[in-house]
Each structure stands twice: as structure tokens, then as C-alpha cells.
């Protein structure tokens, strides 16, 4: 019985020695890896020692690590300066152990490491970030993230247009012009492995204008004035920037008076003050208006022009039954074809022309039709007199029919 005992006593003892062992192992194992540190790894140590030619940083290893001359002279001034014993600092390992067992460290492989680290944060988030424009090639815009090189293709640069044709010093004339300046960017591509790191300033003004539009909508209220600049003229009318939004100009809201083209009212980089008309929160549209914050010119138009009177014009428009006059900037005014001539005409053409400045009589004024009738063949005092009651005669409307009001 006993030397059962015995015997079974051993057996678990040999146990405990072998749980004992293999705990042991795995200790030593995990320790040994704590104090092997990789080719590439980045890791924070203490400065223990400075001296003109290598600084020493405890990283926890077998010994401590060495960051050589060589490396020393690629750090900027301001960085050296600020090394001090006891501070801790960010390495990369270039070499785990050299030829005396020491661990090769590099303080600017580290600092360059922690930049693409924050590129990858960035390229991972999306977000939009302003840097200075670095310097250029014939490609496009160099833009670093801290030590990280970035590159703007000329596809992606907003600041200025790179038309693809031209000669490369054109091109490079066309980029020099924003070296220096500040840009939104946003990485669109970054491959640590082959130093790969693409960012996109359009991209980001598209995202940019997309939030602020989406802030704007929240904000703006129909009936509003607001302040902008004009940022695009077309046919039918103008867009105004409004801090990061655009709205629309109708043609029809440039002026009281009739507009052909936005151009003719409007300029590119110009400031103007806006009224809000409308706001479409569900197609992302807002519609502006210029010329309801000016005098409406037909309210006042009886008490500056009366029946009667002789008016210096300019021939604005032909048509088949008369021809347009315009008195003002707003108040344009109709001849009918029979008030051009005495004689039988066939078009207006065969007696005045288009931008011609002419003197005709005033020979209708309803302001609540906005109308103003015109004549060229009553200009004559002797043709006209004080007493002619105007209202008597059969006067067309600007349509070419007859004004049954008028009858």
C-alpha cells in the first residue's frame, strides 16, 4: 500500500514538474518575443543617452537601441533640439540586432512611418484636410502629409484648369501659380508598399460644397436677402454662390428690364446681394432673384412720363407688327407698325433698326398691363396736339391684336 503511495505521489509530482516545465516555457517564450523586436516595427521608447554622434532609447529589449550619426543628420534642427534624456520618442527598426548585438534605430524612418499612419487614418475616414501645395511636375501638384509624399493629379486640382493640350512648360507655368497656397485635399489611393499616396482636391471641394450646401438648405428661409458672388453666366440666367451653395438667377430675375443674356447684367467674381425666392430641400435647388430687390420701374412710371411727351429711345427688337423702344434701363415701350410711318409699310425694317436711337412720342401709358405705347409718324408737333384724345384710337396690343379695351 505504501509504496502505491509512493508511486502515486511520483506520478503527480512528475505532473506538477511537467506543468511546471511547460508554463516555464511559455513564459520565456512570451518574454523572449517582448524582447525581439522586427525590421519595420515602430515603437516607443526613452532616451537614455545623447551624445554628438548617436543617442541611446530603452525600447524594452535585451540591450538598448542605437540611433547613429547618420540618421541624427537627417532630422530637422527644431526636432534635435528638442531630444532630451528621460523623454520618450517613436523609432523604426532598421536592423534587430548588428554584428555587436545591438538594436539599429531610426528616429526619421519613425517620423515619416507616423505620417503615413496619420494618411492612413485619413484615407480610412474620408475626411477633407487643407495642406500647402509643395511643389509641382509636369503631372500634377505635390502636397505632403508631414513627411508623407502626396500627388495631386492634374485631373484632380480644382484651383485652376490643366487643359490637356499645350506644352508641358504651359502646363508647369499654369501649376507654379499655386505652389505655396493652401488647398483641400482628400486621399483617393495610398499603397504604404510602393510609397503610393493620391489625393484629390476636386473630390474634396465636391464634398466640401456638398456639406455646406446641406447646411445652407438648413439655414436659408424664402424671403431672405443674402450676400454672394456670382461664380457662372449662362443662357438662362446666373448661379451665385452663396458660402459654399449655389442658387439660380433666373433670366426672367435679372432685371426689370428685358435681358437677352446673363452677361449683359452680371459678371463672373461679382458681388451681389440676392432675395431668396424659393427653396426645393428635396432636389437640393434655390431660386434667386436680383431684380425684386430693386424699384419695381412700372410702379413709378406715370409720374415720370406722361402722355404726350417726346422721349429720346433705342430700338430694341422687330418684329412682324411693330417694333420694341426702350425708354430706361427698364421701361421698354411698343411702336405698332402703324404708328412708324404715314405711308404703308410691310416690317418695321424699312424704317428704323435694331440699336438705333430714335425721339418718338408717348401715346399710351397703362402701368397696370406694363405698357407703353410708342410713335414715330405723330413726332411731329403738327401731327399731334394737346387736346388729341389718344384713348379714342384703336391702339394694338403689343401682340399685334387689337386692344378691346381700347375700341
Known sequence: MEEQGTISMLDEGGNQAQEYEHSMAELLAEDSSSLSPRRGDVLEGTIVGISPTEILIDIGAKCEGVVGERDLEQLDA???KSLKVGAKAFVYVIRPEDGDGNVLLSLSRARVESDWQEAAKLYESGDVFEETVAGYNRGGLIVNIGRARGFVPASQIYSIRVPREGTDEDREQLLEQIVGKKIQVKVIELDRRRNRLILSERAAIREWRQDQKDRLLDELQEGAVRHGVVSSLCD?????DLGGADGLIHLSELSWRRVG????V???????????????REKRRIALSLKRLQKEPWAAVEDQYQVGQLVPCTITKLTNFGAFARLDDAIEGLIHISELSEDHINHPSEVVSEGQQITLRIIRIDSSRQRVGLSLRRVSED???DDFDWTTEQLPAEDGSIDPDLT
Open 261 to 264: 443674356h446673363a452677361k449683359q
Open 383 to 385: 401731327q399731334y396736339s
Open 236 to 240: 438662362f440666367g446666373a448661379f451665385v
Open 266 to 280: 452680371l459678371e463672373i467674381g461679382q458681388e451681389v446681394d440676392v432675395l431668396i425666392l424659393s427653396i426645393d
Open 78 to 80: 527644431d526636432y534635435r
